[in-house]
């Protein structure tokens, strides 16, 4: 009886159809547009290791592929090596299948019944990505950004963003702007447009293009995006803070005598850069002076004819968080005093 039950168990492997062992696994790779009957690089079966001859007679040998979408490939065997191979049968496309879980049959005379078919390996084929996308950004192709110039600098004013639909390198994008302008400036790795001068007194808007650039070979640029950046002058919403009611009427602070109006101002913005220009409502000429604090000690000037309130030395917001002024403007008319409180 013991040895009835064991002769049962010795047969059971070799009157069956399909091995119970561990089948050996096989892995390989194509490019994807890869025109149909390439070769699937590095995936070479040795017959020796899936032992062919323990199923059937090598002259009555085929094989067959299953799995999903097995007919995507064929399976051949090159007599001259002893290996079996796997070639395409159609062209791929990684986005829409980037990899297969296959599974080799062996069959004996012919593979038309599914009873004579032993499976005898496992196969993977990752269908590799080729650069064939160009990046495009997300939204509207043009940008139109309306930005006061008293906007800190380094501040990110807008991200820009685009997608690639490839993989790995071909994926990864690199932005540039053109032309190059000294007010904003594209970080290459993020999209981010940042201002990188002070646009204070800027008498027109500021025009770019954006692009995006791909790192995969050859590389792909998508189209550009056109980025408009109007500067919204502080001296047009003073106005309307002093209650003028005349803030669309010039860009120029247009104000009465003593009034007070007050002014943020950016740490970093570059000597050189006017801040205002003082226009009195009361007479269409004057004279400007200040008078508080002194000129010495001052890290503003202001124009004599033009009224300009121009920075002439460096700011710090720790050691003098606000600075008072006092400027005197005069006509034939009297003299009056107007108090500015930049932040």
């Not at 390996?121 to 192709?141: I, M, Y």
């Not at 002058?233 to 003028?244: K, M, P």
Request: proline fraction near 6%.
């Amino acid at each position: 009886m013991i040895w009835g039950v064991l002769l049962c168990c010795l047969l059971t492997p070799a009157a069956g159809h399909q091995t119970r062992e561990r089948l050996p696994f096989f892995h390989g790779h194509v490019f994807e547009n890869s025109p149909s009957a390439s070769k699937v690089n590095g995936l070479s079966i040795p017959m020796r290791r899936i032992d062919a001859q323990k199923w059937c007679p090598l002259s009555g040998m085929h094989f067959k592929l299953y799995g999903n979408d097995s007919d995507d490939f064929r399976a051949f065997a090159h007599h001259k090596r002893g290996n079996i191979m796997l070639k395409t049968s159609r062209v791929l496309d990684r986005e829409a299948r980037s990899e297969y879980l296959l599974r080799l049959g062996l069959c004996c005379q012919t593979c038309a019944s599914e009873s004579v078919v032993f499976e005898v390996a496992s196969v993977k084929v990752d269908v590799l990505d080729t650069n064939d996308h160009e990046p495009t950004f997300r939204g509207a192709d043009a940008v139109h950004i309306t930005l006061d110039d008293t906007t800190a600098l380094r501040s990110v004013v807008y991200r820009l963003e685009a997608v690639d639909a490839d993989s790995g390198n071909n994926a990864e994008l690199t932005y540039v702007s053109i032309p190059k302008n000294g007010s904003f400036y594209v970080v290459p790795k993020t999209g981010e447009v940042l201002l990188v001068d002070s646009i204070l007194g800027l008498p027109s808007k500021v025009k770019f293009y954006v692009f995006a650039r791909d790192h995969g070979w050859p590389p792909l640029t998508s189209r550009s995006v056109v980025v408009t950046v109007a500067p919204q002058r502080w001296a047009t919403r003073a106005a309307e803070v002093a209650g003028s009611g005349r803030g669309g009427r010039s860009p120029r602070a247009l104000i009465d005598p003593g009034t007070a109006v007050s002014l943020n101002v950016s740490e970093d913005a570059s000597i050189g850069s006017v801040i205002t220009s003082l226009s009195p409502t009361r007479f269409p000429s004057a004279a400007y002076e200040l008078v508080y604090p002194e000129s010495e000690s001052s890290p503003v000037t202001v124009g004599r004819e033009s009224g300009d309130i121009t920075i002439s030395r460096r700011l710090d917001r720790e050691t003098e968080p606000f600075l008072e002024l006092t400027v005197k403007i005069q006509d034939k008319r009297g003299v009056y005093y107007s108090s500015i409180n930049p932040h």
